[in-house]
């Protein structure tokens, strides 16, 4: 799996490496029950405080993508063959509510927010969903 964080970005390096494990894990670039690199590890290959790193992996704890404990350290909880349920903390009903919302209230067409979702949602099941408004 090859991460890519764009120091740049508005978007915190935290939420970043926890995104881009949650599309790899969609994607299917990460199974369930393989292990992650290290805090340490993957601080170091950043040149970030692995305290960044923790926060991320704590997100994706919760959210029930990872376990960890000290003996196998981080290891991915569940896939698309190994599905999980949603985390209590974790409603995406009212983040895609928000998101839409966000992009209606700037003028973006129904239409071609469907078409978006129907794209991501392509690339990591290669199904088209053939959504439509």
Same mark, same amino acid.
């Given at each position: 799996? &090859?991460?890519? #964080?764009? =120091?740049?970005?508005? !978007? ?10 949650? &599309? ?17 590890? #993957? ?5 970030? +405080?692995?305290? !960044?790193?923790? %926060?991320?992996? /704590?997100?994706?704890? &919760?959210?029930?993508?990872?376990? !960890? +404990?000290? %003996?196998?350290? $981080?290891?991915?909880?569940? @896939? =698309?063959? *190994? ?7 974790? @409603?995406? *009903? @009212? ?7 966000? &992009?209606?209230?700037?003028?973006? =067409?129904?239409?071609?927010?469907? /078409?978006?979702? /129907?794209?991501?949602? !392509? $690339?990591?099941?290669?199904? /088209? ?5």
């Amino acid at each position: 799996m &090859e991460i890519v #964080l764009e =120091p740049q970005s508005r !978007t915190p390096i935290y939420q970043q490496l926890r995104d881009r494990i949650v &599309e790899a894990i969609a994607g299917g670039g990460l199974r369930y029950g393989e292990a992650l690199q290290s805090v340490r590890g #993957l601080a170091v290959a950043f040149g970030i +405080n692995p305290a !960044t790193v923790v %926060k991320a992996y /704590d997100s994706l704890r &919760e959210d029930g993508f990872l376990t !960890t +404990n000290a %003996k196998s350290g $981080s290891v991915v909880a569940c @896939d =698309p063959d *190994h599905p999980v349920q949603s985390s209590p903390s974790f @409603d995406w *009903h @009212d983040r895609v509510r928000m998101l839409f919302a966000e &992009e209606i209230a700037k003028g973006v =067409p129904l239409q071609s927010l469907l /078409d978006e979702c /129907d794209a991501v949602a !392509t $690339s990591f099941t290669g199904a /088209d969903r053939g959504l439509q408004a």
